[in-house]
């Protein structure tokens, strides 16, 4: 009953799209794919509504040899990051398009074409041109037009990427009450994102990819706390994670002429030698710090972004305040060590401050 | 500085347009006047300047037999041809364009651009080149001098022209809409005739325009390919020169030929600022 795919592969050219992918979505949840750009998300989604075939793997939904069945009867749902409607359509006639094609009663598909525009607040648009409308509603249009279907299955395909900031965050928020409220028992969504923050806020299952390869499965909460790569810990954190070479000595950390107290969970480290890990939230401005030098800062929205420089460190720190610095100034910071990672010299996850470890 | 660029503006304007209108206004007077007005100097106004004949008018309906050159049935062979060969060529031009922009075909080293340009190669080589083997091979399956044979020979030079446009047209307009109409439960088929057909009107209709001018203006094809059972305006229209040069009726001729591009190019014109495909993609 579920969706399972099996070692998809997907290579047209010399790079890998999808690598050797395997899933199993359960009917009722919420998965999402966090990925940078050119990870193989959107072939991913592609490979699941069947516009793509891969070149090798199993795809199994229903018992039924999914990859056997074509695009046009796999009951599916798909929002691009573009904003894709038809334009020679008004507002009404888009979201009716899929009922229609399914040749459904003509009162049945005014019923619920109005009470579709009506979930993504856009009654009273029906007939409006597409042309007449804003990229947000544009993009809502095209969500009451996957929403109205009922599909067994909706894809997003980084739905809110080419929105501004403002009407990302309302309709990030929609999204959580349609997610919530709408979701049949019956369907499954699979969300694709680059932002790790959206990721966190749906609060779903999370699917990591890189270079088309599956990198770590599991709950949002556990993805943040617990990343099982440092490819995952750099994904899966904005700004990017904060990596040191450093060592343990006489129960100090040391990097770059720093010292910082062991924590209790990096006691039992093994090795000596391991890759530092340390969020850019959880370093912290403080005079009796150590001294680094300012060669970027940035302000974004209510916080100022820090990048720091000393001797090859590099390190990036989030403050929430918007604080004006220039570039060369010196700076002193502190490390909050209670919740640094420690990663080994595989990169692979050896201790975190959540207990996780995959050594 | 805003009067002045909005003097040059309609200067500019004005030029252009009596540019544009003046040699048809000079043809159309040219027309009601018999030999004497046009070889008594130059004169525009008629009543004041010259008085008017319909000769030239009449003598393009009245029977050959009657001292006219009845070009009534040549127009209508004119249009008839024109008018399926175009619609013949957005047909199949359409299909392949959009076969040409969305497929990969491969035969060993063949692709898809190497595809399109074939089709454009048909017009690279001037018409003189192509006149020896239409002749031959028009002659071979027995459609010389006739209507059924212009026809194929216009499709061949107007299919180009469409598949040429379309695809091009249809490399703009986002693949994501046809993926979209599949996953809305639409065969290709019917993704393409309910949705990239319906929004690819703009396109469809300057191929369309283009393939009805090229079409039309043609008369070295219809000239070499038709003897006496079937003849075309261009050709008939030459076929008036004699040992005097009937400028009255050249000029109304001309006038009656250059009507249907005329409408045409009204409709159309109408037509190309209503389509666009922006709400499409952002």
Known sequence: MNLVAENLSYKPDEQFHLNEVSFDFKKGNIYTILGRTLSGKTTLLKTIAGLLTPDTGAMQFEDKDFLKVPVWERNIAMVYQQFINYPHLNVFENVAFPLKQRKVDDQVIADEVTKSLKSVGLEGYENRKIQELSGGQQQRVSLARSLVKNAKILLLDEPLVNLDYKLREQLREEFKNIFSQGLSEDSIVVFSTTDPREAMEINGEVIVLDEGKVLQVGPAKEIFENPKTLKVAEISNDPPMNILKAFIETNKIKFEEIEVELPDHLSNLKEKNFNLGIRASDIILSDSGFEFEVELAEISGSETLLHLKRGNARIITSIEEVLNFNIHDKVKINFNSNKVYAFNEDGVLASSPFGGSYV | ?282
């Open chain 2, 1 to 282: 500085m805003g009067k002045l660029y909005k003097i040059l503006k309609y200067f500019f304007i004005t030029f252009w347009a009596v540019f544009v209108v003046a040699p048809f206004l000079w043809a159309l007077t040219t027309s009601f006047k018999d030999f004497n007005s046009v070889n008594g100097g130059a004169t525009y106004i008629p009543w004041v300047d010259f008085e008017p004949k319909l000769e030239g008018w009449r003598v393009l309906i009245k029977s050959p037999a009657n001292g006219g050159v009845d070009i009534i049935e040549p127009y209508f062979n004119s249009l008839f041809v024109t008018c399926t060969a175009s619609l013949i060529s957005i047909i199949l031009g359409t299909l392949s364009a959009y076969a040409l922009s969305r497929f990969t075909f491969k035969a060993g080293f063949v692709k898809n651009n190497d595809i399109t340009f074939f089709f454009i190669s048909q017009r690279i080589m001037p018409p003189i080149v192509l006149s020896i083997p239409f002749f031959l091979f028009l002659g071979a399956i027995n459609l010389l001098d006739s209507l059924i044979g212009l026809i194929v020979v216009y499709i061949v030079l107007l299919m180009p022209i469409a598949v040429w446009i379309m695809v091009d047209f249809f490399n703009k307009v986002p693949r994501e809409i046809d993926e979209t109409a599949l996953i809305d439960g639409c065969n290709p088929y019917q993704a393409f005739f309910k949705v990239v057909l319906p929004n690819s009107i703009p396109g469809l209709i300057v191929a369309g325009m283009f393939c009805i001018i090229f079409g039309w203006i043609d008369f070295f094809f219809a000239f070499i390919l038709t003897f006496t059972e079937v003849q075309l305006l261009p050709v008939k229209i030459v076929a008036l020169n004699s040992s005097i040069t009937p400028w009255w009726s050249l000029s109304a001729s001309a006038l009656i030929s250059v009507a249907p591009l005329i409408i045409v190019a009204f409709v159309v014109e109408r037509y190309l600022s209503k389509g666009n495909l922006s709400g499409a993609i952002k």
